[in-house]
């Protein structure tokens, strides 16, 4: 046999496609029979595959620690070669851009990319590579059979394992019974989301507050009784979760905290503000947009409500606070992007703004004149709920010129708010800011720039020519191959610190939790030094608790230019405040809150398989064999003999799980 030939770096004609990837194959045959140099097992063409392909190579099976406690596991479909050469340009598309067409010369199939030169092929149930991805030319890649590739390739759209179902419902919802994890293991991702989207709304926190009689109470007036109830009951009990936890993840975008409310009814106001962004969540942003600007809390939020047009004689201006923010924080950000999120720079490399000081103030000019839609005499909480209402003599006339629109002189408020929120809903910045920040509230705190461009893509475009379509992103976010694929579960830069009351949402709605009184007597859970250091709806400013771009100064994570976004509320007093607050849940002795340990009871005796199951359902599977190992043993120590005995194995188990670094780093 003769060596493998040494093939031209440039292109082939597509006449000599077939021939050059088949004098590449034949490189495996020499292997085969002894020719050539020693290739380290990576394939035949005597060379190593390169360090930057390895991540192709290891995408392949699912990582060791998922299998290890999975409870169930179907293997998955082996893909033809078109599934597989899809896949890797969704993927890969550095070293295979683009899309290509299926090339055949038997018995293998391949695609060629002229972009990187780079083939991908498929012959005798194995797959290789060839050209620069591969080490060079004349260097054939074998990257193993195909059917190793089915979890990567199929990973988003079913899940093939336990464990990767309750990882899509740790992302998608706000905890996971055994029901849900086979629900979404029965459908399949994309049915499951079709299924969620259609479930009705839930009962609202409105109607929940009418329930109990605060509607006609003078008392609810002045003090705002319920108003975490109200928040809390829906969080941790409404059957629409996928519903809810979008609405959460825009509540920490498009922010209203309680602190800054005034007037009466507060509870009121933010059961409102949460219908509003429930009602939206799978909506059009546009719209959610608009329902923003007019809602009444944000109108006292942020000082819509009230807000005058100029007045020379009491040197009076428009306040500007809404107009700021609601590009800065809830629509275009500060820097000019590209459609991956990263910062466009003008010549001298600096960030480009994205807009000035002076279009701040000639937006704020569009936001006067809006105020509550409260009759006088009206002592209800409806003004809540109802939309800000324009009082023309209070608008400014004025001409408005900001990102590129100008509002005419003498433009009346309606017309003018239209056109401003147009403008900023179109923006080009809008689908890779609000998409990064959504990736960043339910999957990474790291997304990579492709996912960011593919999400910010289906943001401009749901497919049917839609801007703006939140559902389209929602699905797009959680079945993007970054979310669902292996890849991220060994990358150290995956993954996001789950945020305290996500962590007390998911035990409580994972072990089949109930209100013992029935009334959500939850509280603030604010108290970094007794509680979770956090609590819906309590954001101590627009900022939310903490801000996409933090970085914890001093660690790894900042040696490495990344962003931990959770972690600005991480810290010794609020680590210790929530182990201590979560020992008193886990056990069953909060005043109101109670779970069913009944499943977890009967594996008491089984210290391995009981916490194998606890890390099914809160962590997706995801300890580390040194975790679970380290937890198994502290449960074996406890005694397993009668109902106490029992208890007490369950709650050290669920707490250590809920304790360990595999849980709280979600990915």
């Given at each position: 046999?003769?060596?493998?030939?040494?093939?031209?770096?440039?292109?082939?004609?597509?006449?000599?496609?077939?021939?050059?990837?088949?004098?590449?194959?034949?490189?495996?045959?020499?292997?085969?029979?002894?020719?050539?140099?020693?290739?380290?097992?990576?394939?035949?063409?005597?060379?190593?595959?390169p360090?930057?392909?390895?991540?192709?190579?290891?995408?392949?099976?699912?990582?060791?620690?998922?299998?290890?406690?999975?409870?169930?596991?179907?293997?998955?479909?082996?893909?033809?070669?078109?599934?597989?050469?899809?896949?890797?340009?969704?993927?890969?598309?550095?070293?295979?851009?683009?899309?290509?067409?299926?090339?055949?010369?038997?018995?293998?199939?391949?695609?060629?990319?002229?972009?990187?030169?780079?083939?991908?092929?498929?012959?005798?149930?194995?797959?290789?590579?060839?050209?620069?991805?591969?080490?060079?030319?004349?260097?054939?890649?074998?990257?193993?059979?195909i059917?190793?590739?089915?979890?990567?390739?199929?990973?988003?759209?079913?899940?093939?394992?336990?464990?990767?179902?309750?990882?899509?419902?740790?992302?998608?919802?706000?905890?996971?019974?055994?029901?849900?994890?086979?629900?979404?293991?029965a459908?399949?991702?994309?049915?499951?989301?079709?299924?969620?989207?259609?479930?009705?709304?839930?009962?609202?926190?409105?109607?929940?507050?009418?329930?109990?009689?605060?509607?006609?109470?003078?008392?609810?007036?002045?003090?705002?009784?319920?108003?975490?109830?109200?928040?809390?009951?829906?969080?941790?009990?409404?059957?629409?979760?996928?519903?809810?936890?979008?609405?959460?993840?825009?509540?920490?975008?498009?922010?209203?905290?309680?602190?800054?409310?005034?007037?009466?009814?507060?509870?009121?106001?933010?059961?409102?503000?949460?219908d509003?962004?429930?009602?939206?969540?799978?909506?059009?942003?546009?719209?959610?947009?608009?329902a923003?600007?007019?809602?009444?809390?944000?109108?006292?939020?942020?000082?819509?409500?009230?807000?005058?047009?100029?007045?020379?004689?009491?040197?009076?201006?428009?306040?500007?606070?809404?107009?700021?923010?609601?590009?800065?924080?809830?629509?275009?950000?500060?820097?000019?992007?590209?459609?991956?999120?990263?910062?466009?720079?003008?010549?001298?490399?600096?960030?480009?703004?994205?807009?000035?000081?002076?279009?701040?103030?000639?937006?704020?000019?569009?936001?006067?004149?809006?105020?509550?839609?409260?009759?006088r005499?009206d002592?209800?909480?409806?003004?809540?709920?109802?939309?800000?209402?324009?009082?023309?003599?209070?608008?400014?006339?004025?001409?408005?010129?900001?990102?590129?629109?100008?509002?005419?002189?003498?433009?009346?408020?309606v017309?003018?708010?239209?056109?401003?929120?147009?403008?900023?809903?179109a923006?080009?910045n809008?689908?890779?800011?609000?998409?990064?920040?959504?990736?960043?509230?339910?999957?990474?705190?790291?997304?990579?720039?492709?996912?960011?461009?593919?999400?910010?893509?289906?943001?401009?475009?749901?497919?049917?020519?839609?801007?703006?379509?939140?559902?389209?992103?929602?699905?797009?976010?959680?079945?993007?191959?970054?979310?669902?694929?292996?890849?991220?579960?060994?990358?150290?830069?995956?993954?996001?610190?789950r945020?305290?009351?996500?962590?007390?949402?998911?035990?409580?709605?994972?072990?089949?939790?109930?209100?013992?009184?029935?009334?959500?007597?939850?509280?603030?859970?604010?108290?970094?030094?007794?509680?979770?250091?956090?609590s819906?709806?309590?954001?101590?400013?627009?900022?939310?608790?903490?801000r996409?771009?933090?970085?914890?100064?001093?660690?790894?994570?900042?040696?490495?230019?990344?962003?931990?976004?959770?972690?600005?509320?991480?810290?010794?007093?609020?680590?210790?405040?929530y182990?201590?607050?979560?020992?008193?849940?886990?056990?069953?002795?909060?005043r109101?809150?109670?779970?069913?340990?009944?499943?977890?009871?009967?594996?008491?005796?089984?210290?391995?398989?009981?916490?194998?199951?606890?890390?099914?359902?809160?962590?997706?599977?995801?300890?580390?064999?040194?975790?679970?190992?380290?937890?198994?043993?502290?449960?074996?120590?406890?005694?397993?003999?009668?109902?106490?005995?029992?208890?007490?194995?369950?709650?050290?188990?669920?707490?250590?799980?809920?304790?360990?670094?595999?849980?709280?780093?979600?990915?």
């Amino acid at each position: 046999m003769n060596d493998a030939p040494t093939l031209s770096p440039r292109a082939p004609a597509s006449t000599d496609r077939s021939g050059a990837l088949a004098s590449a194959l034949a490189a495996t045959a020499l292997a085969a029979c002894g020719g050539g140099g020693d290739d380290g097992g990576q394939g035949g063409g005597g060379a190593a595959l390169p360090g930057a392909m390895l991540a192709f190579t290891q995408a392949r099976p699912m990582p060791q620690r998922l299998m290890a406690i999975t409870a169930t596991t179907t293997p998955p479909p082996v893909p033809t070669p078109t599934q597989l050469f899809d896949w890797a340009e969704r993927v890969h598309g550095q070293y295979f851009p683009g899309h290509q067409t299926d090339l055949e010369s038997p018995p293998y199939v391949y695609r060629y990319y002229p972009q990187t030169q780079n083939y991908v092929g498929v012959a005798s149930g194995r797959v290789y590579i060839l050209g620069p991805v591969s080490g060079g030319s004349d260097v054939l890649g074998d990257v193993g059979a195909i059917a190793d590739y089915g979890a990567a390739v199929f990973a988003t759209r079913y899940a093939f394992s336990d464990a990767e179902a309750a990882r899509f419902l740790g992302q998608a919802t706000l905890g996971c019974t055994d029901a849900d994890i086979a629900a979404v293991r029965a459908l399949g991702f994309e049915a499951w989301l079709a299924q969620e989207m259609a479930r009705p709304v839930s009962t609202s926190n409105w109607d929940y507050l009418v329930g109990l009689g605060l509607y006609d109470d003078p008392e609810a007036r002045r003090v705002a009784i319920a108003v975490d109830a109200q928040i809390w009951q829906r969080l941790l009990s409404a059957p629409d979760a996928l519903r809810q936890r979008m609405a959460l993840a825009l509540s920490e975008i498009l922010v209203v905290g309680l602190d800054g409310i005034a007037g009466p009814y507060k509870q009121f106001q933010l059961a409102a503000w949460w219908d509003l962004l429930a009602t939206h969540a799978f909506g059009n942003f546009r719209t959610l947009l608009e329902a923003v600007t007019l809602n009444a809390a944000m109108g006292r939020y942020l000082n819509t409500a009230g807000n005058q047009k100029e007045d020379a004689a009491l040197g009076r201006l428009p306040d500007e606070n809404y107009a700021r923010e609601v590009m800065q924080l809830f629509s275009i950000g500060l820097h000019v992007l590209e459609p991956d999120g990263s910062v466009k720079t003008d010549a001298a490399g600096r960030a480009i703004e994205t807009y000035t000081q002076d279009e701040v103030s000639q937006l704020a000019r569009v936001f006067t004149g809006w105020n509550l839609a409260l009759a006088r005499g009206d002592t209800s909480p409806e003004f809540a709920r109802r939309p800000m209402v324009l009082t023309p003599a209070l608008h400014s006339t004025l001409e408005a010129s900001f990102l590129g629109t100008t509002v005419p002189a003498g433009t009346d408020g309606v017309t003018a708010l239209k056109m401003a929120l147009d403008t900023l809903s179109a923006h080009p910045n809008v689908g890779p800011f609000m998409g990064r920040q959504l990736i960043q509230r339910l999957v990474t705190s790291n997304p990579s720039p492709a996912y960011v461009s593919r999400v910010a893509a289906v943001w401009a475009d749901n497919g049917a020519g839609v801007r703006g379509d939140l559902g389209a992103v929602l699905r797009a976010i959680l079945l993007d191959d970054e979310a669902r694929g292996p890849v991220a579960l060994a990358s150290t830069s995956g993954g996001k610190l789950r945020e305290p009351m996500l962590r007390l949402i998911q035990w409580f709605r994972s072990f089949k939790g109930r209100s013992v009184s029935g009334a959500w007597n939850v509280g603030n859970t604010s108290d970094a030094a007794r509680a979770l250091g956090q609590s819906p709806l309590r954001s101590s400013s627009v900022f939310n608790f903490f801000r996409p771009g933090y970085v914890p100064p001093g660690t790894g994570i900042a040696a490495a230019r990344l962003v931990a976004p959770e972690f600005q509320i991480a810290t010794e007093t609020s680590v210790a405040g929530y182990l201590n607050a979560m020992q008193v849940f886990v056990a069953n002795a909060h005043r109101d809150l109670r779970v069913d340990y009944a499943d977890e009871l009967v594996l008491a005796g089984d210290a391995v398989a009981l916490v194998a199951r606890i890390a099914r359902l809160l962590s997706a599977g995801q300890l580390t064999p040194s975790t679970q190992a380290t937890i198994v043993d502290a449960v074996q120590s406890l005694p397993a003999s009668g109902d106490d005995g029992r208890a007490a194995r369950v709650h050290t188990a669920v707490l250590l799980v809920m304790a360990s670094l595999d849980y709280l780093v979600q990915k």
